[in-house]
């Protein structure tokens, strides 16, 4: 990884809004592990109901972001675009993933897995409380498609049981 990318990268981690308490030690941490991903147009990057226990950060393209409700209904959610995220549920929780992300054009994505995610959280877990407010909200909007809603109070517990953190 060149200096531009790593500038690049460590801007994009920044602005993602659960992450912003984290050190510069830190987040050059999680740079070093995260991988860089390449996708052709109609890429599926994730499938909803699937496993997941990974996270990732859009450098470059337009996603889109697909599910399908109780009733079978394919509903389009939302267009992704450089600086979001997606997969932070699996990635904080373990949980199934919520939706299907399909690359609408070609794009370049970066991924963090849940071990390389744990390395900075047994060395700050106070960041989950923070994490597992952002998340909330997250799964609030995607709840009103899906029909089914984590609570904020109940997300940092299984965060800390999904990492092993619980003491």
Same mark, same amino acid.
């Given at each position: 990884m060149d200096e531009q990318e790593s500038r690049r990268i460590y801007k994009l981690l920044k602005d993602v809004d659960f992450l912003y308490k984290l050190s510069v030690e830190e987040v050059n941490i999680i740079m070093k592990r995260f991988k860089r991903i390449a996708?052709?147009?109609?890429?599926?990057?994730?499938?909803?109901?699937s496993a997941g226990d990974s996270f990732f950060v859009?450098?470059? *393209?337009?996603?889109? =972001?697909?599910?399908? @409700?109780?009733? !079978?209904k394919k509903v389009f959610i939302e267009h992704l675009f450089e600086g979001d995220y997606f997969g932070e549920m699996s990635l904080l929780t373990g949980e199934k993933r919520n939706a299907t992300v399909i690359a609408e054009e070609e794009s370049v994505i970066y991924k963090l897995s849940k071990n390389d995610f744990k390395r900075i959280l047994?060395?700050?877990p106070a960041i989950i409380d *923070?994490?597992?407010? =952002?998340?909330?909200? @997250?799964?609030? !909007?995607?709840?009103?498609?899906?029909?089914?809603?984590?609570?904020?109070?109940?997300?940092?517990?299984?965060?800390?049981?999904?990492?092993?953190?619980?003491?």
């Amino acid at each position: 990884m060149d200096e531009q990318e790593s500038r690049r990268i460590y801007k994009l981690l920044k602005d993602v809004d659960f992450l912003y308490k984290l050190s510069v030690e830190e987040v050059n941490i999680i740079m070093k592990r995260f991988k860089r991903i390449a996708l052709k147009k109609g890429a599926v990057i994730i499938k909803q109901a699937s496993a997941g226990d990974s996270f990732f950060v859009i450098a470059e *393209g337009k996603l889109a =972001v697909w599910m399908k @409700r109780l009733d !079978r209904k394919k509903v389009f959610i939302e267009h992704l675009f450089e600086g979001d995220y997606f997969g932070e549920m699996s990635l904080l929780t373990g949980e199934k993933r919520n939706a299907t992300v399909i690359a609408e054009e070609e794009s370049v994505i970066y991924k963090l897995s849940k071990n390389d995610f744990k390395r900075i959280l047994v060395k700050n877990p106070a960041i989950i409380d *923070g994490m597992s407010q =952002v998340v909330s909200i @997250r799964n609030v !909007r995607l709840a009103r498609e899906s029909d089914k809603a984590v609570k904020k109070e109940t997300l940092g517990k299984r965060m800390l049981v999904f990492f092993n953190l619980n003491g």
